[in-house]
C-alpha cells in the first residue's frame, strides 16, 4: 500500500481516537455498551473503504468516497428532508430563508428567445438605473444573452454585493442598444405581496413564504389594509411551501390571544420538545380572516393555518394541504456546507399531526394532489403500501368543531380551483411544444400597447380586433390554430392575454385584481366575508353550510 495512503489511514484513526477523547469517549464507551459493535462497524467501515480506494476497477479519490457514504447514510434515513447542502444549494437555501440576495433587482421572464424586464424591484440598482418593463436584456458582460434559459440568466446577474455587470438593453423605439454598468447590491425578497382592498372593506394579502421578515411585513401591509378601511381579509397561503418555524410562530401570533398555543414539537434530542404560545394580545381581534389553502402550502404555512383553524380564529377555505408536518434543524459544519436534519414533529394546537405519509418527496407531492381532489382522503387503492386505511383520526378546536389530522391541514370548507374545459384542454394539446411560441405573441401584443402610449381603465375588455391580432401573431410565427379549436379556448385566451396586458399597460395591481375575478377560491372566500361582520360569523356560515349539505 503507497505510503501516502498508509499515512491518511492512520490519520483517519487518530481522527477517531481524538474525537472519542474530547466527547468523553462516546465511542469506546458505546462499543463497550454494545459489545464493540459500534468500534467494529467504525473498523469495517475504514476497511471496505480503504478496499475501494485500492481496488475498484474505476479509480475513486478518498473525499469523494467520503462524500458518496455521508450522502447514502442519510439517504438511508428514508427522509426526503434531510440532506447534505453544499455550494449552491446552500446558498439556495440562505436566500430563501433570509430573502435577500446579491443582484440587480428585477424580475425576468423570457420572451421571443431574450430575456425580458417584467418588472424592476423598487429601491433596486436596476431601477435607480432606468431599466424598464419590457426591456430586453440582449447582452451580459459582452456575452449574447439570444437563447438563454431564465435560470442562467439568473444565476449570472446574480452576485456578490458591490461587484458590478455590464449589460445591454433593446428598448422599444430606440434604434440602438443602451449600455448600463450596475453595480449590485443586496436585495431582499419580500415574502409578503403587496396588499389592496377587492371590495366592501375585504382586503387581500399573500404571504409567498415563511422567511425572516415574514412577521414584520405582514404586520405592516395589514395596518396599512386597516388604515385605509379594511373590515375582513382574506390572508393567501396558497402555494406558499413554508420556511422558518419561529417566524410560523411570530405570523400566528398576530392573530391569537397572549397564551394560546401556537404549536408543539417532539424530537429525541435534548431541546427539541417544546411547546410554542402567543406572547402578545391580537392586534385585529374582530377581523374576519379567511385563509387560503392548497396542495403547495406547507410546512411553516401550515402551522399558521392550523393554529388559526384550531383556536377558530380564521375560516379555512381551499383544497387540502401538503402535510410537511416535520421540523429541521440546520447544522453549520462550514462555511460553504450545512446539515440540514429532520430533528422533530409539530402538532397544531388540538394535537394533530398533519404529516403525510409518504415513500419519498415524489410520493407526498403525489398524495398531497390526490388529497386535494378527493376532499382531503386519499383512495384505498392509492396509500402506500402498508398505509393506514382506518378512518382519518379527529381532534376538536376550542369550539368543538371537529378537524382532522393525519394528511396536511384539510380546510372548512372544500374549494376546488378552477380546471380547463375540454376546448381549452385541446388548444394546449394542440399548441404543445408552441407554448412558448403563445406566450410570446400574448406579451408582444400587450409591450405594443404599452409602446404605443395607450391608456385603458383597470375594467378594459378584450375586443374583436383584439382577438383577430393574438390569432394573427400566431400565424406569422408559424402557429395556425383551428378557428373551431381557437373559438373552444376563447375564454381563456381572452383571460390571459388581458393579465398580460393589464400588467404591462397599467399595472401589477390591476392584474392581480383582473386574476382575482377568475379565481374562484378568492371569489368564494370575498362573498363569505361580505357576509360576515365577526369571526364568529365566519364560524356561523360554515356550520350552516354543513347542516343543509349533510
Same mark, same amino acid.
Given at each position: 500500500?503507497?505510503?501516502?495512503?498508509?499515512?491518511?489511514?492512520?490519520?483517519?484513526?487518530?481522527l477517531?481516537a #481524538?474525537?472519542?477523547?474530547?466527547?468523553?469517549?462516546?465511542?469506546?464507551?458505546?462499543?463497550?455498551?454494545?459489545?464493540?459493535?459500534?468500534? $467494529?462497524q467504525?473498523?469495517?467501515?475504514?476497511?471496505?473503504?480503504?478496499?475501494?480506494?485500492?481496488?475498484?476497477?474505476?479509480?475513486?479519490?478518498?473525499?469523494e468516497?467520503?462524500?458518496r457514504?455521508? *450522502?447514502?447514510?442519510?439517504?438511508g434515513l428514508?427522509?426526503? !428532508?434531510?440532506?447534505?447542502?453544499?455550494g449552491?444549494?446552500? $446558498?439556495?437555501?440562505?436566500? +430563501? /430563508? *433570509?430573502? @435577500?440576495?446579491g443582484?440587480?433587482?428585477?424580475?425576468?421572464?423570457?420572451r421571443?428567445?431574450?430575456?425580458?424586464?417584467?418588472?424592476?424591484l423598487?429601491? /433596486?440598482?436596476?431601477?435607480?438605473?432606468?431599466?424598464?418593463?419590457?426591456?430586453?436584456?440582449?447582452? %451580459?458582460?459582452?456575452?449574447?444573452?439570444?437563447?438563454?434559459?431564465?435560470?442562467?440568466?439568473?444565476?449570472?446577474?446574480?452576485?456578490g454585493?458591490?461587484?458590478?455587470?455590464?449589460?445591454?438593453?433593446?428598448?422599444?423605439?430606440?434604434?440602438?442598444?443602451?449600455?448600463f454598468?450596475?453595480?449590485?447590491?443586496?436585495?431582499?425578497l419580500?415574502?409578503?405581496?403587496?396588499g389592496?382592498?377587492?371590495?366592501?372593506?375585504?382586503?387581500?394579502?399573500?404571504?409567498?413564504? %415563511?422567511?425572516?421578515?415574514?412577521?414584520?411585513?405582514? &404586520?405592516? =401591509?395589514?395596518?396599512?389594509?386597516?388604515?385605509?378601511?379594511?373590515?375582513?381579509?382574506v390572508?393567501?397561503l396558497?402555494?406558499?411551501?413554508?420556511?422558518?418555524?419561529?417566524?410560523?410562530v411570530?405570523?400566528?401570533?398576530?392573530?391569537?390571544?397572549?397564551?394560546?398555543?401556537?404549536?408543539?414539537?417532539?424530537?429525541?434530542a435534548r431541546?427539541?420538545?417544546?411547546? !410554542?404560545?402567543?406572547?402578545?394580545?391580537?392586534?385585529?381581534?374582530?377581523?374576519?380572516?379567511?385563509v387560503? %389553502?392548497? #396542495?403547495?402550502?406547507?410546512?411553516?404555512?401550515?402551522?399558521?393555518?392550523?393554529?388559526? &383553524?384550531?383556536?377558530?380564529?380564521?375560516? %379555512?377555505?381551499?383544497?387540502?394541504?401538503?402535510?410537511?408536518?416535520?421540523? $429541521?434543524?440546520?447544522?453549520?459544519?462550514?462555511?460553504?456546507?450545512a446539515?440540514?436534519?429532520?430533528?422533530?414533529?409539530?402538532?397544531?394546537?388540538?394535537?394533530?399531526?398533519?404529516?403525510?405519509?409518504?415513500?419519498?418527496?415524489?410520493? $407526498?407531492?403525489?398524495?398531497? &394532489?390526490?388529497?386535494?381532489?378527493?376532499?382531503?382522503?386519499?383512495?384505498?387503492?392509492?396509500?402506500?403500501?402498508?398505509?393506514?386505511?382506518?378512518?382519518?383520526?379527529?381532534?376538536?378546536?376550542?369550539?368543538?368543531?371537529?378537524?382532522?389530522?393525519?394528511?396536511?391541514?384539510?380546510?372548512?370548507?372544500?374549494?376546488?380551483?378552477? *380546471?380547463?374545459?375540454?376546448g381549452? +384542454?385541446?388548444f394546449? @394539446?394542440?399548441?404543445?411544444?408552441?407554448?412558448?411560441?403563445?406566450?410570446?405573441?400574448?406579451?408582444?401584443?400587450?409591450?405594443?400597447?404599452?409602446?404605443?402610449? *395607450?391608456?385603458?381603465? =383597470?375594467?378594459?375588455?378584450?375586443?374583436?380586433?383584439?382577438?383577430?391580432?393574438?390569432?394573427?401573431?400566431?400565424?406569422?410565427?408559424?402557429?395556425?390554430?383551428?378557428?373551431?379549436?381557437?373559438?373552444?379556448?376563447r375564454?381563456?385566451?381572452?383571460? &390571459?392575454?388581458?393579465y398580460?396586458i393589464?400588467r404591462?399597460?397599467?399595472?401589477?395591481?390591476?392584474?392581480?385584481?383582473?386574476?382575482?375575478?377568475?379565481?374562484? +377560491?378568492?371569489?368564494?372566500?370575498?362573498?363569505?366575508?361580505?357576509?360576515?361582520?365577526?369571526?364568529?360569523d365566519?364560524?356561523?356560515?360554515?356550520?350552516?353550510?354543513?347542516?343543509?349539505?349533510?
Open positions: 500500500m503507497p505510503a501516502a495512503i498508509m499515512k491518511n489511514r492512520w490519520g483517519i484513526i487518530v477517531v #481524538a474525537v472519542s477523547f474530547f466527547t468523553g469517549g462516546w465511542l469506546l464507551q458505546r462499543g463497550v455498551a454494545s459489545d464493540g459493535n459500534v468500534y $467494529q467504525a473498523r469495517l467501515f475504514d476497511d471496505v473503504l480503504h478496499h475501494v480506494h485500492d481496488y475498484f476497477v474505476d479509480s475513486l479519490g478518498e473525499s468516497l467520503y462524500q457514504a455521508t *450522502t447514502g447514510m442519510l439517504e428514508k427522509d426526503p !428532508y434531510s440532506v447534505l447542502l453544499q449552491e444549494d446552500f $446558498q439556495r437555501l440562505t436566500e +430563501q /430563508t *433570509t430573502g @435577500n440576495y443582484g440587480l433587482g428585477i424580475q425576468i421572464d423570457v421571443n428567445g431574450w430575456i425580458t424586464v417584467v418588472a424592476p423598487p429601491d /433596486t440598482p436596476a431601477e435607480a438605473a432606468g431599466v424598464l418593463i419590457g426591456d430586453q436584456i440582449i447582452e %451580459v458582460d459582452g456575452v449574447s444573452t439570444e437563447g438563454w434559459s431564465s435560470e442562467k440568466a439568473v444565476s449570472v446577474l446574480r452576485g454585493e458591490g461587484t458590478s455587470v455590464d449589460i445591454k438593453i433593446r428598448r422599444a423605439g430606440i434604434a440602438e442598444s443602451l449600455p454598468n450596475l453595480a449590485r447590491a443586496v436585495i431582499h419580500r415574502s409578503v405581496s403587496p389592496m382592498l377587492m371590495s366592501d372593506g375585504v382586503g387581500y394579502v399573500g404571504l409567498r413564504a %415563511v422567511s425572516e421578515t415574514s412577521a414584520d411585513e405582514l &404586520q405592516a =401591509e395589514i395596518d396599512s389594509l386597516v388604515s385605509q378601511g379594511m373590515k375582513s381579509m390572508l393567501d396558497r402555494g406558499n411551501p413554508g420556511g422558518l418555524l419561529d417566524q410560523g411570530k405570523v400566528s401570533d398576530l392573530f391569537l390571544d397572549s397564551g394560546q398555543e401556537i404549536v408543539s414539537t417532539r424530537g429525541r431541546g427539541s420538545s417544546r411547546a !410554542y404560545s402567543d406572547e402578545a394580545k391580537q392586534r385585529w381581534p374582530n377581523l374576519p380572516i379567511v387560503l %389553502v392548497d #396542495a403547495w402550502s406547507a410546512s411553516a404555512s401550515e402551522i399558521i393555518a392550523g393554529a388559526l &383553524q384550531d383556536h377558530d380564529r380564521a375560516l %379555512v377555505v381551499g383544497v387540502p394541504t401538503f402535510g410537511k408536518g416535520l421540523v $429541521q434543524t440546520l447544522f453549520r459544519l462550514d462555511d460553504a456546507t446539515l440540514k436534519l429532520t430533528t422533530a414533529r409539530w402538532f397544531t394546537p388540538s394535537g394533530r399531526t398533519i404529516q403525510r405519509e409518504a415513500r419519498d418527496a415524489e410520493d $407526498q407531492e403525489r398524495l398531497a &394532489q390526490i388529497a386535494a381532489a378527493h376532499d382531503g382522503e386519499v383512495p384505498d387503492s392509492l396509500r402506500p403500501e402498508g398505509g393506514d386505511t382506518t378512518a382519518v383520526p379527529e381532534f376538536r378546536t376550542d369550539a368543538g368543531r371537529i378537524v382532522h389530522g393525519g394528511g396536511g391541514i384539510v380546510p372548512d370548507m372544500i374549494v376546488r380551483a378552477d *380546471t380547463l374545459s375540454d381549452e +384542454q385541446a394546449f @394539446n394542440d399548441l404543445g411544444a408552441n407554448l412558448a411560441v403563445y406566450r410570446d405573441a400574448l406579451t408582444s401584443i400587450a409591450l405594443e400597447l404599452k409602446d404605443s402610449g *395607450t391608456s385603458l381603465p =383597470e375594467s378594459f375588455t378584450i375586443t374583436p380586433a383584439l382577438r383577430a391580432q393574438m390569432a394573427a401573431r400566431l400565424a406569422e410565427r408559424g402557429v395556425v390554430i383551428d378557428p373551431a379549436m381557437y373559438q373552444g379556448a375564454s381563456i385566451i381572452d383571460d &390571459q392575454l388581458g398580460e393589464a404591462y399597460v397599467i399595472g401589477r395591481t390591476a392584474e392581480v385584481r383582473r386574476r382575482a375575478a377568475n379565481d374562484r +377560491q378568492l371569489q368564494r372566500a370575498l362573498v363569505l366575508l361580505e357576509q360576515a361582520g365577526s369571526p364568529r365566519l364560524l356561523a356560515k360554515v356550520e350552516q353550510e354543513a347542516g343543509t349539505n349533510p
